[in-house]
C-alpha cells in the first residue's frame, strides 16, 4: 500500500509534457499488443489450415479469447486469413468447398447440384468429389450430368447408414478434400425432399411452365389454380414478385411471366439466376425449390424453324443396349427426330446416342434427373419441341409400331408412318395404338438380335393398353397425360387405330436379367413400385410376381398364349443379313 500510494504521489506531481509522453507510450504500447495477438491469431489459423482445422473452429476461439477486437478489425483479419487460405488451396490442389443444394432421392441417394453462380471452372476434374455431411460421414460423389437449359452441374452419392438415424437430414457438402472441411452449425440446411419440390421449370411466348411434386400428390385430382402462386426471385434475401397460377393440372402449373422490372433487386438486370417457386396460398407456404426461370427474351426465337413431320420421345435409364434396334426401326418407317429424357443413365448410353447420330440419325437427349416423373415429363416435351415437331410418338424403347399391312413390303419407307395418320386437314388431333405384349419365350438372356427378332410370344391381354402419337398443337394447355395419351383442346378429336391398321408391340416380359431392372424404380408418378406391398391387384403388376426381384420358377415360359412372327419375319427381311451363322441385324454392326 505505501508503495502505491507513493507511487501515486510521484506520478501527479509530473508536469504535463511527461504526463503527455506517459499516454503515447500507453497507446503505442496497446497498439502493440493487439498487433501481436493479430499476428497470434494469423498464425495460428495458418497452422490450422495446413492440418486440416476449420475456420469455424478457430473463428469462435478468436471471439472467447479477446473482447476487444472490433467488428472491422475481425473483417480484416477474415479477408487475410481467407486469402492466405485461398492461396494455399492453389498449393494444395483446391481445398474447395463448392456452393450447391442437395435434394433426397428414393433408394437414399442424394442429388447435389452446384450453384448457377459457383459453376465448375473447365480446369476442374469430375472425377474424386465427395459428399460430406454433417457428422464428417463422407460418401463418393459421381457426376451425373449438367442441368438443361442452367447448365448446372450435379452429383449424385449415397448417404450412409450412420446418418439415416439422424434426424432432420441435413444438406451435404461437395468437396474434394473431405478430410481438410467440416460443416458450421450456422452453415447447415435441412435436406430438401424429392417428395415435396419445384424441380424445373420452362417458359413459352406467353406464360411459365413451372414442375412441382408433392401438391396434386393423387391420380385425378388437382387443387384449383387460385390456391397457388408463382414466386420468382429469392424471398428471404432480395426480395419477390408473384404472379397467379392459370392451370393445375398433375405436377405442372402454368403462370404468368413476372414484371423483370419488378425483380431488378433480385438481379434480373445484371444476370443473375432467378429462383421460381409455387406458393400455397391457403397455408402460406412455399415449396423448396431447385428450379430457376428463363426469361422470355431468352427464348424468342430469331428465325422460324424448320419442323420435323414426326419425332418420338421417351424416358429412358441404362437402354444403351436397347436403343440402337429402336432408333433405326422408326427412323426407317417415318421418324424424324428421337428425343431421350435421360433419368440418370450410367451405361455409356450417350456414346451410343453419338455413334447414331455420325450414322445420320437425329438422336438428342435431355438430362432429367428427377424419379418418378414421366408424367411431367411428357408434358415438359410438349412445350420443348413444339417449335421442332409436329407429331410427337410417345412410345418405350421397348414398344415398336407396326402395320400388318407393311407385310410384303420389301423395304422400309419414310412415308409408312405418315400413312397411318390422318391427311391434313383433319380434327384428330391424337392417335392410338393397341399394345400387344410379349413374354420372354424361352430366353433366358438379353437375345443378340435384338428383341423383335428375341420375342415372338405374345400374351392374350382382356384390356389392353395404348400408345398414342400426338399432333403437339391439339395438346390442352394444361398439359395433362396418363403416359400413353394426353388430354386435348375442345377442337380436336381422338382417334383408336383398328387393330388391322396399327398397333405396337411391347416386348415386356423380356429374360429375367432384363426385366428385374423394372424393380429399381417406376417411372409413373402414379403407378405404385414393384417393391411397395400396395394395390397388389394392379393391373400395373405381373401376375405371378412378388415384391422382390426374385426369379418365379419357369419364367421364360411365361405369358406365352399364341406365336407372333410377323414383326420378326418383316425386320429379318427390311435389316438383317444372312451369315453362316445366320441372320445379322442393321443394329448389330
Not at 426407317?332 to 448410353?349: A, C, E, Q, R, T
Not at 420372354?440 to 438372356?445: F, I
Request: glycine content about 6%; overall charge neutral; hydrophobic content about 35%.
Amino acid at each position: 500500500m505505501g508503495y502505491q500510494r507513493a507511487h501515486s504521489v510521484s506520478f501527479s506531481l509530473r508536469d504535463d509534457e511527461s504526463h503527455t509522453t506517459s499516454r503515447r507510450t500507453r497507446t503505442r504500447f496497446s497498439q502493440l499488443f493487439f498487433s501481436l495477438l493479430l499476428l497470434a491469431a494469423f498464425s495460428f489459423y495458418v497452422s490450422s489450415a495446413i492440418s486440416g482445422s476449420s475456420f469455424y473452429f478457430y473463428q469462435v476461439n478468436l471471439t472467447v479469447q479477446s473482447n476487444h477486437v472490433t467488428n472491422q478489425g475481425f473483417e480484416e483479419l477474415y479477408n487475410v486469413t481467407s486469402l492466405s487460405r485461398h492461396v494455399s488451396s492453389v498449393e494444395e490442389d483446391s481445398v474447395h468447398k463448392y456452393d450447391s443444394v442437395s435434394v433426397l432421392l428414393p433408394d437414399w441417394e442424394v442429388l447435389v447440384i452446384l450453384s448457377p453462380e459457383n459453376p465448375l471452372m473447365p480446369s476442374d476434374s469430375l472425377e474424386g468429389f465427395h459428399c460430406l455431411f454433417p457428422n464428417n460421414q463422407t460418401s463418393p460423389a459421381r457426376f451425373s450430368g449438367a442441368l438443361p437449359f442452367t447448365e448446372r452441374t450435379a452429383f449424385k452419392c449415397i448417404m450412409p447408414n450412420s446418418v439415416r438415424r439422424q434426424m432432420p437430414f441435413w444438406q451435404p457438402i461437395l468437396t474434394k478434400h473431405p478430410e481438410k472441411e467440416t460443416l458450421p452449425i450456422e452453415e447447415q440446411r435441412e435436406l430438401m425432399n424429392m417428395k415435396n419440390l419445384a424441380y424445373e421449370s420452362i417458359s413459352t411466348e406467353s406464360d411459365v411452365v413451372l414442375f412441382v411434386k408433392g401438391v396434386n400428390s393423387r391420380s385425378g385430382i388437382n387443387s384449383p389454380p387460385q390456391d397457388f402462386m408463382c414466386i420468382f426471385g429469392d424471398d428471404v434475401v432480395h426480395g419477390a414478385v408473384k404472379t397467379p397460377v392459370t392451370s393445375s393440372m398433375q405436377e405442372v402449373f402454368r403462370c404468368s411471366h413476372p414484371d423483370l422490372t419488378a425483380l431488378s433487386s433480385s438481379g434480373a438486370d445484371q444476370g443473375r439466376p432467378i429462383k421460381i417457386s409455387l406458393q400455397i396460398t391457403k397455408e402460406n407456404r412455399t415449396v423448396p425449390s431447385v428450379a430457376y426461370y428463363t426469361p422470355r427474351h431468352e427464348i424468342a426465337l430469331t428465325q422460324e424453324p424448320k419442323k420435323s413431320e414426326i419425332c418420338a420421345c421417351t424416358m429412358v435409364y441404362n437402354v444403351g443396349k436397347f436403343l440402337k434396334e429402336w432408333v433405326i426401326y422408326h427412323s426407317k418407317i417415318g421418324v424424324d427426330k428421337f428425343i431421350l429424357y435421360d433419368n440418370g443413365s450410367d451405361d455409356g448410353l450417350q456414346t451410343v446416342v453419338n455413334e447414331l447420330n455420325l450414322d445420320g440419325y437425329d438422336v438428342t437427349t435431355l438430362l432429367w434427373l428427377w424419379p418418378k416423373t414421366q408424367e411431367a415429363g411428357f408434358s415438359h416435351s410438349a412445350i420443348h419441341a413444339k417449335d421442332s415437331c409436329k407429331w410427337m410418338l410417345y412410345v418405350d424403347v421397348d414398344e415398336f409400331v407396326y402395320s400388318p399391312s407393311w407385310d410384303k413390303a420389301s423395304q422400309p419407307s419414310k412415308h409408312m408412318l405418315k400413312s397411318l395418320l390422318p391427311q391434313q386437314p383433319s380434327s384428330i388431333g391424337q392417335v392410338s395404338f393397341r399394345c400387344n405384349d410379349f413374354g420372354p419365350s424361352g430366353q433366358k438372356s438379353h437375345p443378340v438380335r435384338g428383341v423383335t427378332q428375341g420375342y415372338n410370344c405374345q400374351r392374350r391381354v382382356k384390356e389392353p393398353r395404348h400408345k398414342s402419337i400426338v399432333l403437339l398443337e391439339a395438346i390442352d394447355d394444361s398439359l395433362g397425360n396418363v403416359v400413353h395419351h394426353f388430354g386435348l383442346k375442345k377442337t380436336f378429336k381422338w382417334k383408336q387405330m383398328s387393330v388391322h391398321d396399327g398397333v405396337v408391340n411391347h416386348y415386356k416380359y423380356q429374360a429375367w436379367s432384363e426385366f428385374k431392372a423394372k424393380f429399381r424404380r417406376r417411372v409413373s408418378a402414379y403407378v405404385t413400385d414393384w417393391k411397395e406391398k400396395t394395390n397388389p391387384n394392379s393391373r400395373d403388376r405381373t401376375p405371378g410376381l412378388g415384391f422382390q426381384p426374385i426369379e418365379p420358377e419357369g419364367w421364360e415360359h411365361k405369358f406365352c398364349d399364341h406365336r407372333d412372327d410377323r414383326l420378326k419375319l418383316l425386320t429379318q427381311r427390311w435389316f438383317g443379313e444372312r451369315t453362316p451363322h445366320g441372320y445379322k441385324m442393321a443394329w448389330q454392326r
